[in-house]
């Protein structure tokens, strides 16, 4: 069986290189890819500040849900941009979060559409369905090409705590 995972992370750290490119306030992160279910639902990324510590010097986090990857190249890069619009509003101190970073504020919407994302408003999480328009599709081409190459395989949804499975709002993600 061929390597799954190097292949993964390595497409993932080259697209959020090619974010950075466009976008110079997204820092560095350390990559991470496991399940995104929880009994609260399914997580399909999330930036996370200093999290990380490499010697005394704090790296931030970029968690990538397994569970997401069956959108395929996309829908991981809107996951990407999603993320990444967090890690820039980390970097300007902007508060884009609410509810221990469930909620998405319009703070955040204003930084995510920056990233050339669409996103819808749900009540309990706020400005955090995403979706990736024709035109950043076609920005990010080579990138998405790269991800559906590397995307292999993904994980099963889990069955949730509550008895329903997770779900991902018909290919629209909430992140």
Do not use: C
């Amino acid at each position: 069986m061929e390597n799954v995972s190097s292949p993964l992370v390595k497409a993932i750290k080259q697209t959020w290189k090619a974010i950075q490119r466009r976008h110079s306030d997204v820092p560095e992160v350390v990559a991470t890819l496991a399940s995104g279910t929880s009994a609260r639902g399914m997580k399909i990324g999330h930036f996370a500040a200093d999290r990380w510590l490499r010697g005394e010097d704090a790296i931030h986090e970029l968690f990538i849900g397994g569970e997401g990857l069956a959108r395929g190249g996309v829908g991981t890069i809107g996951t990407l941009l999603h993320e990444a619009g967090h890690a820039a509003a980390a970097a300007r101190g902007i508060q884009d979060t609410s509810r221990q970073g469930r909620y998405h504020n319009k703070r955040f919407k204003v930084v995510a559409e920056s990233f050339g994302l669409t996103l819808d408003q749900v009540s309990s999480i706020g400005w955090s369905v995403t979706t990736v328009p024709d035109a950043t599709a076609a920005l990010y081409a080579a990138e998405i090409r790269r991800l559906d190459a590397a995307i292999t395989a993904h994980r099963r949804a889990e069955t949730t705590g509550s008895g329903g499975r997770t779900g991902n709002n018909n290919g629209k993600a909430a992140e």
